[in-house]
């Protein structure tokens, strides 16, 4: 474990254990995914239970335990895009990438995951790698779309 | 920018800016709305920028980012003002006519207008855009003119004016009584009167109180509260320093989705402006008042925005609701007297005060005043945001307004309030739209999301979709949501897979009134509006379903079968290409054709085809 890597994400916060869930924000962005050893180091710094911290890392979506690719695909399944056709957009690069939902390409290029609704409706299906929104996107944009990322 | 240590030093400051600002100065406010930002408005900025400085109009056009214009549908918007200018659907290659014809020389480029559909008449100004006329924007009042990143631009039209009379002119008590004889609502949802919510938590004996302001628009279909908090962050914190004086709270914490990056960064942003500012921190504008601001970010799980999975959130704990009484306003964060309202609720609460609450009790109908914030979306011309008095018509908003139904098709339904809400069909078209209307006809007000759907939708997918969703978001803690959504999501399922029994349909009503009365919270109360909405309104497309195993709309994969028209196709081998799982077959430059066995009905095949010939029954 990289003591100074995490040592610089806990100095931002007092301590206690509110900052529970900012705190494993900052690791999930930093590391991409909660590595174990830094979740321990975090529940004995804080004075929580491990069980506390595995119960926020598997409820709230955000969160992974596992790697997360290099790239981060959101799809939206806002009612909008599931009206538009974000099924079919999420089919088609899932057979793409040869990953489902919630995995990531075997290369650790992308991950793809689903998303409730990105607030961009008016354009929909809507798409997000990274931070870079996605609009209209219909299947036949897909190739070219991910083509950029590889 | 200085510190403002009074509010006479601050009229001082807003009086130079407005002798300093040219009532004629040309600007160019680009959209970087919810609904523009996708569609590249970051490079048509930089595309003016290019262009402007490379016809040395550095110093004569004022260039900005602006937030959401509204009419979504076509953008990326160009607002040119003085003059109003309206420009839509612009791309980095229109600029060089823009700065040459509108900018340098004062004319109009056509082609970039907004033309009505029916008459075909081009309008020049924002305001002959019927989508615009017919609104009463309070909230979205400032959203396309001002710079969100500027708070001069801000204190120009007025900003943080309200503090000086709440701090000065009204007694906290005063605060309260004029927010409940304004007849102000929750717009989060749930419609409580945010008055008597403020008053509940003023009265609660302990000393130390909590202000929230909702951020976490997890509704689908909804971006409203994206648009203000990216787009006039300072209405949403000058509000929420009202409310803080109003019932003695020194805490503010604005609660925002992850998924929304630029709106916590422009909140961040705004907070800091405001504390650099003196309008957070102790002893604001000398009145004596200490409150500041924190960002709390969710960390994706929809069920954290109902009010004590919020509170949960926020104390570091999974998002489960807890069983109201007590309420939050009594015993809310960290145990204290906590007032919860959404980002619409509190961007309302400076011009209540500027205005009085007579004036806004004068707009919208007997118990719903004031406008609403829609996000109109789905099967209609004009999507986007709109903001209508409350009692505007469902005919009005998705007609007048949104332009009708796109493609010469008819409308079905519209389906408002997220997932909770219900679908409303045709024959409701001329209602009144308020918190109580709304009920009436099994839906729900909830944030203002409004799906417009027509006859390519199948109401039965649409509920299933709901459910689905609904049973993923579910936190599970209580057995009458956790457990009646899995058995919803399994007769949806059936039903859809051509097993549907006529018992399916008495079992997901009874189900429902078990959901409505024994759920802990409104996620499990409410998810039974889409079920029987739909099952009220749209009977006959579940009998099609259950009982001649048809999806009249062509939606439910299982009951559909696509083939290929051998007359039409071409053999360019695009759906071969697309099918993921290889069943179509055919020689090149030949008619293709599909294994019935092997198709998995995506309609993928049928998406990619530019000769319409994928056939779907």
């Known amino acids: 474990m990289d003591v100074a890597r995490l040592e610089a994400i806990l100095s931002r916060y007092e301590g206690e254990s509110y900052d529970l869930i900012p705190i494993l924000q900052d690791i999930q962005d930093e590391y991409n995914f909660l590595p174990k050893d830094e979740l321990k180091e975090v529940a004995k710094r804080l004075s929580v239970p491990l069980s506390r911290i595995y119960s926020i890392a598997t409820f709230y979506k955000m969160f992974s335990l596992m790697p997360k690719g290099e790239h981060q695909i959101k ?42 609704c990105l607030g961009s409706c008016a354009q929909a299906p809507v798409m997000m790698v990274d931070d870079k929104y996605y609009a209209r996107v219909t299947v036949d944009k897909v190739p070219k779309i991910l083509k950029q990322y590889q | 920018m200085p510190r403002f240590e009074s509010v006479d030093h601050l009229n001082q400051y807003r009086r130079q800016l407005k002798a300093k600002f040219d009532p004629n100065q040309l600007q160019v406010l680009v959209c970087a709305g919810p609904g523009c930002l996708p569609l590249g408005s970051n490079a048509l900025a930089e595309a003016f920028r290019a262009a402007l ?52 020389k004062g004319g109009i480029v056509d082609r970039l207008l907004y033309q009505d559909p029916v008459s075909g ?64 609502r929750g717009r989060g949802g749930a419609g409580f009167p945010t008055g ?37 962050p300072h209405a949403i914190i000058e509000g929420m320093i009202v ?63 109902e009010e004590t999975a919020l509170i949960a959130s926020i104390e570091g704990f999974i998002g489960e609701p807890s069983p109201r009484p007590p309420y939050p306003a009594q015993a809310g964060l960290f145990g204290l007297p906590t007032v919860i309202n959404n980002v619409e609720t509190w961007a309302n609460v400076p011009e209540i005060i500027n205005m009085g609450p007579d004036w806004y009790a004068a707009i919208g109908t007997e118990n719903s005043k004031g406008t609403k914030v829609f996000s109109l979306v789905g099967a209609v011309n004009h999507t986007g945001l709109v903001e209508v008095p409350m009692g505007t018509t469902l005919r009005q908003i998705i007609f007048d307004l949104g332009g009708g139904i796109p493609g010469g098709k008819e409308f079905k339904a519209v389906q408002t309030g997220g997932p909770s809400g219900g679908c409303i069909p045709q024959h409701f078209l001329d209602l009144p739209v308020d918190y109580d209307s709304l009920q009436e006809v099994g839906s729900i007000m909830g944030s203002g999301g409004m799906i417009v759907m027509d006859q390519t939708s199948c109401m039965v997918d649409v509920a299933r979709y709901f459910i689905n969703f609904l049973f993923e978001e579910s936190c599970g803690k209580c057995t009458p949501c956790r457990e009646g959504l899995r058995q919803l999501v399994h007769i949806y399922n059936e039903i859809i897979n051509g097993r549907g029994e006529e018992s399916h349909l008495a079992l997901m009503e009874d189900l429902c009134t078990a959901m409505r009365s024994a759920s802990i919270c ?31 709309a062509l939606v439910c994969r299982p009951l559909i079968k696509y083939t290929i028209d051998p007359d039409i196709c071409t053999g360019c081998l695009a759906c071969v290409r697309e099918c993921p799982v290889g069943a179509i077959s055919g020689i090149r430059k030949e008619a293709q054709e599909i294994d019935q066995e092997l198709c998995i009905k995506c309609g993928l095949c049928y998406e990619v085809c530019q000769f319409e010939a994928v056939r779907r029954e």
């Open chain 2, 243 to 305: 409310g803080a004086y109003a019932i003695g709270a020194s805490q503010g914490y604005i609660y925002v989705r992850h998924e929304y990056p630029l709106a916590v960064k422009r909140l961040k942003l705004a907070i800091e402006q405001a504390r650099e500012a003196g309008f957070l921190g102790k002893n604001i504008l000398r009145s004596g008042v200490n409150f500041d601001i924190k960002i709390s970010q969710g960390s994706g799980a929809f069920v954290c925005g």
């Open chain 2, 121 to 184: 008449e081009k309008c020049v100004h924002k305001s002959e855009i019927p989508f615009y006329q017919r609104q009463q924007p309070i909230v979205l009042r400032k959203l396309d003119v001002i710079d969100p990143e500027s708070l001069d631009d801000y204190l120009l039209l007025g900003g943080y004016r309200s503090l000086r009379k709440a701090f000065f002119e009204m007694t906290p008590l005063q605060v309260i009584e004029a927010l409940e004889r304004s007849g102000l």
């Open chain 2, 522 to 552: 409104g996620l499990g109360q409410s998810a039974v509006n889409p079920v029987l909405s739909t099952l009220k309104y749209f009977r006959e497309e579940y009998e099609a379903h259950i009982f001649r195993k048809k999806c009249p």
């Open chain 1, 75 to 116: 799809v939206c399944l806002g009612t909008t895009c599931h009206l538009k056709g974000g099924q079919r957009l999420l089919d088609s690069i899932s057979s793409r990438l040869g990953i489902e939902v919630g995995y990531t390409s075997k290369d650790g290029k992308f991950s793809l995951e689903t998303v409730g």
């Open chain 2, 53 to 104: 400085a490379e016809r040395g109009l550095n110093g004569k056009v004022v260039l900005k980012s602006s937030g959401c214009q509204g009419l979504c549908a076509k953008g990326v918007r160009v607002l040119i003002r003085p003059q109003e200018i309206s420009y839509q659907k612009v791309a980095p290659e229109d600029v060089p006519e823009i700065v040459e014809t509108t900018l340098i």
């Open chain 2, 196 to 232: 008597r919510k403020w008053r509940i938590c003023r009265e609660a004996p302990e000393k130390v109180k909590f202000l929230i302001c909702n951020g976490d628009e997890g509704d689908p279909g909804a971006f409203m509260d994206r648009a203000v908090m990216e787009g006039d």
